[in-house]
């Protein structure tokens, strides 16, 4: 009779505790917020991101029009107020306005780094502890948590090699941050989630860009610009062979954990170039949606 009464109350204590965590599940306020690389933006729904971009992936939250897009100046190092301080009073205004109890921050390239740099640092600023609590899991998309030797290129190669800042932005401090000796130093002192040093307080989970593809017959070399994959492919001459033309894969997956290396999961096992990987090609929109 005892035992009966005792699997009676665990079964009741069960059902409570089932119930309440799916009440909980279904009260919360999911939101998402995008968050881009290096420069300045003003408008990166349009310019980073673009709407078919956003628009997909937004079909994955339970109210789509839980979402935002981060306009700050990522010229600056990652700890300057218009670089982490920007980014933190847009979150800030974010949670507020719409009541986000529960945030994915979609990140890419050095938009990682700005966020790694709130995750570590939550006594830097008042507002980095709400932001940290709400945040469910950042899903970084070529993150350069490693730094990249285009970086030293434009900062101090020959001519031609800073000719180079096409691609990231001229000599600005955002760009002197991230050769791979100064992320070194960075990530041993200041950041969170790489080798030896502690992990970071949520789940930081990396999409790494493996190749570049731009033959002018294939199609899928147009997704992302044409352009910009003739030039990423071009840049790959100062990376190694596993790269997405701006960044190797050992700094894509030097912070948190890989999610999947490209090939893995892309319709037809096709790369994603760094270009590419910030828009909507090969199903990456869809593996983003399905996460949210």
Not at 37 to 51: C, E, I, L, P, R
Not at 139 to 162: D, K, M, R, Y
Not at 265 to 282: D, I, M, V, W
Request: glycine letters at 10%; one cysteine or more; charged letters at 15%.
């Amino acid at each position: 009779m005892l035992k009966k009464s005792f699997l009676n109350k665990l079964l009741l204590g069960a059902s409570l505790i089932g119930g309440s965590l799916m009440a909980a599940s279904a009260s919360a306020n999911v939101g998402v917020a995008f968050v881009h690389g290096t420069g300045q933006q003003s408008d990166a729904y349009n310019d980073y991101w673009t709407g078919s971009m956003i628009q997909s992936v937004i079909q994955g939250l339970p109210n789509s029009s839980n979402y935002t897009v981060i306009n700050c100046d990522f010229t600056q190092y990652m700890w300057d107020s218009r670089a982490s301080g920007c980014l933190a009073g847009q979150l800030t205004n974010f949670i507020n306005n719409k009541g986000i109890t529960q945030m994915t921050l979609i990140t890419h390239s050095n938009g990682g780094n700005v966020v790694r740099w709130i995750l570590s640092n939550p006594t830097w600023d008042s507002r980095f502890p709400n932001i940290i609590n709400k945040t469910k899991e950042v899903i970084a998309l070529a993150p350069s948590s490693g730094g990249t030797p285009l970086a030293e290129a434009v900062l101090s190669g020959n001519a031609f090699e800073q000719s180079l800042g096409w691609l990231l932005g001229y000599q600005n401090d955002a760009v002197r941050m991230q050769q791979e000796s100064w992320m070194a130093s960075y990530n041993a002192n200041w950041l969170y989630g790489t080798a030896g040093r502690p992990s970071l307080p949520k789940p930081f989970v990396n999409v790494v860009g493996t190749d570049v593809e731009s033959a002018i017959w294939d199609g899928d070399s147009y997704c992302g610009g044409y352009s910009q994959n003739v030039g990423l492919e071009f840049t790959q001459n100062w990376l190694d062979s596993c790269s997405d033309g701006f960044l190797n894969c050992s700094s894509q997956s030097a912070a948190g954990s890989v999610w999947f290396y490209d090939k893995w999961y892309t319709k037809g096992g096709e790369p994603l170039s760094h270009a590419q990987s910030r828009r909507n090609c090969f199903y990456l929109d869809t593996y983003l949606r399905n996460r949210i």
